[in-house]
């Protein structure tokens, strides 16, 4: 069966490039659209108070009716997060995805109260027919199973996204990466790939699996008191080898945290996770084992591993505390931005007198190909074009030096950032334009109330804090009837500053009654005096810059 | 000449255990105090608005007539920069360093306007009699010139304090470590020594500085344009290998950045520092020379190398901007906590055209020792007693382990933090009780006068922002008679979140109606019932925190 002629394709990211995280890529055959992955990005060190970020679809909200599917990769937040927002505003459009992926897609869906998504189940095997495109998928390996690439074949070629990958030639478990399908594709002709640029900058190949199943269980072996594992929520493979360990050894796993327990329930359900039997226990009953008997596998907020790790070091984990003789497993790699976070709960846990073992052991591989392993896939894919995704530039760039390595010239490699279009008409590429993009932050239950504005106050106020300043002025009598008071918060402490603030309260009212004294008052540059000649004073004073903000009450 | 006999040794650190920075350490021969070392911290993240952190120092100040001398180490801000707020504090004590740490203390004392300290300058062959000690000194080897170890040799034995050091067997320039001294030393019996644990966790050894001006050296010499060369403003080493590498390739260097010109004055004054003739130019004159021609070496607030380098790449440096073309040579390794800022700042000059050199060629090394090379350091002295010092805990324990790997057994290791007295006698360590210590927080003017409760309001104000609700009551009528008003920044966008704060002024106007119906008005209690009933319907409509400050104002 044939498809259709294309006579356009456009291809764009609105989500991971020039970022890590909050993965989206739009590929367009004249006028079908098809999505792939709608993920979550965790907020960077300046986007302060922010939960998550998803990316701007208003380009695809006005265009829904065009859109033909959704597809879903693997399950990870940077690749399912956003989809039930996505679904709220785009309805109706079907969302295709592996068993496992599709699982854990639906709990963050009825987290959302979305109940009636179309959500469709396929197998690496599967082949989507669509008017102008046949969709085919491959296994790849990442520390997620059920992980997909994806190729659609269209008349100019296959548009190929590996999404995250690595290729572990003795992974853990019964996966294994479809060498072949992939190299079928690559003598099939690949008009454009998108390849995971992570660990473009690392040279050689990323660690075995296998290899990190065997330490772990070497360090759960040689423990002598009990063992805590901190991982990643979604780091299935990693969670199977510390059950498998447990089982071999004869420990108890005790499991702690929220979105483990989800995921993990998740995972057995649909038969991703191997539960040994009478393995796991709960975490109240582990006063009833020895230490040489237990392990308490454990992640934290976001599923993050270190969040609750560092409430067991300080002692004020609701469930359980880190004592002298534990050994801790940190089974993660340290995001980007959270580095201080990290390196101080490693100091907590070996100053609450656990044994820490996260560096020089090899407990944790990543789940991203080096630059030896990325190579391969573009040797496998062998693709006319090259598009490096997920990552910072960068990681983009450093991969787009390996494609020149591999023999993909220069002019054959695009560089984009969110929202660049690259256009191929007849099998040739150029950029096409650009489409609109953008972070929408997500804080508590607001979805996009927080912008610029709001970001910048908070900047503003984290930095030397908020200084207040009311008086309520009599309109018939020009006179002020209460204040100026002055009230601040974060700036210097009150008691010990007196003086500074009472003279401050005294420049107000002069500026006040100066005001008043004038036939027309205006408020606005009555404000603006009063902000500027405290500005001025205080900075005279203390070198610091309060957000000021009058506040002028009329009676 | 003999010293007298000692009774009693105390050690103990007031800052730089369990922690990077603000290094001071204090040893007390019965009533005489040595203090070796002042230095500053540059502030954590959680450390909002902060710029510098100083140590706690009122344990001195109340004893300061029993102080007998600072010494100074070498000339870093970790190491010399807060010696301006501690000569305000503690007068008439003589400060002793080399020349080059001297220069660079004496211009910190001058910008804090203290002119009458008592500088002494010492040789690392100079030799110092106090009443129970003769102390002398050791070259090391360290990323600025004339750093010196120290030895306070009492009855009891000597106290060897190395500060910052690294064994480099082939140092660029003339400057070698003692190790003969040091060795000697050893010999005649070391009590205790305290050592830099920096790199502790660091397998082998710290490359040397000459194979490094040797790469930037290549790298300046394949240059097709402009180099840029960003390196901390103290790193005289550095300094020196990039203008000798222009000197021999023919291009001119032009410094950028008000510490970079500082420090290279005075190491230049005081012979630290050669400038080869005809080598430097104004920033303002490179527009006559053609690329090819240039260097353009940076560092930026702090002495820090990242900030200037991210304003040029985001062409919105005052003096010189990034072009395609440029090479720039990052000659620094990233400060704990400042990894998102050096990876955004590579990012960005990558995307401003340039080629960055940074991690795969080796165009910097540390400054401090790793393993190998503090293994030799535990050998040449070999203490009876041992203090890892300089750095996080784990970094601590990674060298009490080194030292139990030399033979220093575990009960003579310990592991201290701020304050933790060691006391020593008859040549026996136990510990010895514990001083006042703490982090004095230095904002703008300010010293001390931002603590807990100003950096809790910061944080707190950085998360949700604020929210403030003033209203005018009269105190005869008992009746509101302006506002309730509310005010918010850093909350939620006002415009587009009307009802909600229409919803939340009727919630005050309710309360405050009520409570003026009340026979006494209680107003702390009218705050708090507002500040709980607004907190709550926030929360619920938006699940943010916002901070709420109800002002009341009676006329």
Redesign the interface.
């Known amino acids: 069966m044939k498809t259709k002629q294309v006579e356009k394709i456009r291809i764009f990211s609105l989500g991971g490039v ?1 970022e890590i995280g909050k993965n989206m890529y739009v590929v367009e055959l004249d006028d079908d659209i098809f999505v792939i992955d709608a993920g979550v990005m965790f907020p ?2 300046e986007m ?2 922010i939960d998550k970020v998803i990316p701007d679809i208003s380009y695809l909200i006005e265009r829904q009716d065009r859109i033909k599917a959704i597809f879903l990769t693997h399950g990870h937040e940077e690749h399912i997060g956003a989809i039930a927002y996505v679904l709220k505003k785009i309805t109706a459009v079907p969302v295709y995805g592996t068993k496992l992926t599709l699982g854990l897609a639906e709990s963050i869906l009825k987290e959302q109260g979305i109940t009636n998504a179309k959500l469709i189940e396929i197998r690496s095997d599967s082949e989507i027919l669509f008017d102008k495109a046949k969709v085919t998928f491959f296994r790849t390996i990442h520390s997620i199973p059920d992980s997909v690439g994806i190729s659609i074949h269209t008349s100019q070629g296959a548009i190929v996204y590996t999404s995250d990958f690595k290729f572990d030639q003795t992974p853990y478990g019964k996966n294994r990466a479809d060498l072949g399908k992939m190299a079928q594709i690559g003598e099939q002709g690949v008009l454009c790939l998108l390849s995971d640029s992570t660990n473009a ?1 690392r040279p050689g190949y990323t660690g075995s699996d296998t290899l990190v199943a065997q330490e772990i269980a070497d360090v759960i072996y040689n423990a002598n008191g009990r063992v805590f594992v901190a991982c990643y929520a979604s780091n299935i493979t990693r969670i199977q080898q510390v059950l498998h360990a447990a089982k071999m050894y004869g420990r108890k796993v005790a499991v702690v945290g929220k979105t483990l327990h989800k995921v993990m329930d998740i995972a057995v359900r649909l038969g991703y996770l191997h539960l040994p039997e009478k393995v796991t226990i709960s975490i109240h009953d582990i006063d009833r084992y020895d230490d040489k008997e237990l392990i308490i596998l454990t992640t934290g907020g976001h599923g993050q591993p270190m969040s609750a790790l560092a409430r067991m070091a300080k002692q004020v984990h609701k469930q359980v505390n880190i004592k002298e003789g534990d050994t801790v497993i940190v089974a993660a790699s340290v995001m ?2 959270y ?2 976070v990290f ?1 101080k709960t ?2 907590a846990l ?2 609450a007198g656990a044994n ?1 073992i996260y ?1 020089e052991r090899k407990v944790h591989v990543s789940g991203h190909a080096c630059q030896e392993e990325l190579k391969l896939m573009l040797n496998l894919m062998k693709p006319k074009y090259f598009i490096p995704v997920h990552g ?3 990681m983009q ?1 450093a991969h787009a030096n390996l494609a020149k390595a591999v023999g993909i010239s220069e002019d054959r490699t695009f560089l984009i950032d969110k929202g660049d279009v690259i256009e191929f008409r007849n099998g040739v590429a150029r950029p096409g334009g650009k489409v609109p993009y953008g972070n929408i932050l997500i ?4 979805i996009g ?3 610029n ?3 910048r ?10 200084l ?1 300043v ?1 008086v ?1 002025l009599s309109k018939e009598s020009k006179k002020i ?3 100026p ?1 002055i ?1 601040s ?5 009150v008691r ?2 007196e003086s500074l603030l009472d003279e401050a309260t005294k420049i107000v009212a002069n500026i006040v009654n100066k005001c008043l004294q004038t036939y027309m008052i205006e408020w606005s540059s009555l404000k603006s005096n009063i902000r500027e000649a405290l500005s001025q004073f205080l900075f005279e ?4 810059k309060p ?1 000021i ?1 009058p ?1 002028i ?3």
Chains 1, 2 share one sequence.
């Open positions: 020039g960077e060190d302060l108070g900058e980007p931005g580095e201080l390196s490693i100091d070996y100053r820490v560096r910072e530039y960068r760039k804080d508590g239950l607001g109330d927080v912008g504005i709001v970001l106050d908070r900047r503003l106020l984290s930095q030397d804090g908020i207040i009311v309520t009837i209460a204040g008071e009230i918060r974060g700036f210097v402490y010990e500053s004073k203390t070198k610091r957000m903000l506040i009450m009329e009676v």
